[in-house]
Nanobody
Framework: QLQASGGGLVQAGCSLRLSCAAF????????MGWFRQAPGKEREFVTA????????YYADSVKGRFAISKDYAKNTVYLQMNSLKIEDTAVYYC????????????????WGKGTLVTVSS
């Protein structure tokens, strides 16, 4: 249902855009979000966008640097990551959720396979 791509190795301060290709009516049915998991750490919320696209939510650690968007025509969700930091290094996962709780995706219907982002100094 979901396929993430766009990860790679970048230097700190640079930008990267991740894509999450969805299938069927996923974008018009589910809240879409990005999570990440750094080595040795638990998976954490990064950002989410409402079904209508009118509302977005961000973790404090990425607010002002990352931006989530979606393109219904391409059936794709994007994560634009600017001013990357070493601590942004992680495997990034996209997800389709049935609801939001406290601004966080909850009751995940689908997970995409992760894409690795490595930020070097």
């Amino acid at each position: 249902q979901l396929q993430a791509s766009g990860g790679g190795l970048v230097q700190a301060g640079c930008s990267l855009r991740l894509s999450c290709a969805a299938f069927g009516r996923t974008l018009s049915t589910y809240i879409m979000g990005w999570f990440r998991q750094a080595p040795g750490k638990e998976r954490e919320f990064v950002t989410a966008i409402s079904v209508s696209g009118g509302s977005t939510y961000y973790a404090d650690s990425v607010k002002g640097r990352f931006a989530i968007s979606k393109d219904y025509a391409k059936n794709t969700v994007y994560l634009q990551m600017n001013s990357l930091k070493i601590e942004d290094t992680a495997v990034y996962y996209c997800a389709a959720a049935r609801t939001l709780v406290g601004g966080r995706p909850y009751d995940i219907a689908y997970w995409g396979k992760g894409t690795l982002v490595t930020v070097s100094s």
